[in-house]
Structures are given as C-alpha cells and as structure tokens.
C-alpha cells in the first residue's frame, strides 16, 4: 500500500470516529437542549466556523474551474446540511445506535452514485461492492437486533 493511500484511509477513520462522536453528542444535545432543527443549525455554524479557521486564508484563491463545479459543490453541500438536519431530526426520536446503524448505509448510496455518476473517475470493483454489501447487511443486523 502506498503512503499516499495509507494517509487517505487513516483521515478515513479519523472522519468516520469525529462523524460518530457527533452523533453520540448530538443525541444527547437535541433530547436535553434543543430542538433538532435549533441542534442542527448550530453544528452546521460551527462546523462552517472550523472549516473558515482552518482554510479561511485559502478560501477566496480556492475558486478555481468552471462554474458547473462550484454548482457541484453548492448542490453537495445543500445536501450534506440535508443529512445533518435529518440525522439531528432522526437522533431526536431513535436511539443514537440505530440512527448510527443506517447511517452505515451511506457506503451504500455512495457507491451507488459513484457508479452512475462518476464512471470516468473511479473503477468500482466486485470486492467493493461485496464490502459495501456487508456494511449494509451488518447495519441492517444492527438495527433489527
């Protein structure tokens, strides 16, 4: 493996253990604190605080290429805040491990997405889609259990 791909998986599981720390927070915040719309609009603030701390200087010199990438990413990022808003409204009616549990699904619609909409990127292979076949079924074992 290479260092370049080892660096890649290792910020992998660094976001997938920031990303259910979140959640285990977020849990608690929208049942004792807020609503989940109040919750979510204020994780999203902050995250767009972090985010403007770390890469502010870079922000404006960060515009590069066409206008249909920044439709991209603005169309991304509206449905990222999408999944945040339902995770925030899910965590506030379901226990924070079934929530989690189909948050294991993403792999899932990910992948699906990526071999529909970006075949000239990325060769998706029969082991991943295997994999990505057992994280959802071990969701779906998750949550039933």
Known sequence: MSEKKFIGYTISLLSAICYASGQVIARWGVTEL???????????????????????????????????????????????????????????????????SFSGTIPFFTILGSYFFLKHFERIGVHLWIGCFLVVIGSVLVTLG
């Open 34 to 100: 807020s609503p989940p719309l109040v919750g979510s609009t204020i994780s999203l603030f902050c995250g767009v605080t972090v985010l403007y701390l770390v890469g502010g200087r870079d922000f404006a010199s960060g515009f590069k290429g066409s206008g249909i990438a920044l439709l991209f990413v603005l169309v991304a990022g509206a449905l990222s805040a999408g999944g945040v808003v339902f995770l925030f409204q899910a965590l506030c009616i379901a226990d924070v491990s079934t929530v989690a």
